[in-house]
């Protein structure tokens, strides 16, 4: 599974850096995922000990721009 991040959609909560600071951090005001703890703003694959938290995240997302593909 992948994860990514509509910066237009981002408000900056920052709530997914609380749910799984393993896949995203803040920067520029905006959310970015981390890809093998780098931040990138395309497409990052999810490994499997956090897939809960990340699909926690997407939901739980103000601004729903936490996309997850397969």
Do not use: N
């Amino acid at each position: 599974m992948k994860v990514w991040i509509d910066q237009d959609l981002c408000t900056g909560d920052g709530l997914c850096t609380e749910i799984c600071p393993s896949m995203f951090v803040m920067a520029d005001a905006v959310a970015q995922v981390l890809d093998q703890g780098k931040p990138i703003l395309g497409m990052a694959d999810i490994p499997d000990m956090f897939l809960d938290q990340v699909l926690d995240a997407a939901e739980e997302c103000p601004g729903e721009c936490i996309f997850v593909d397969q």
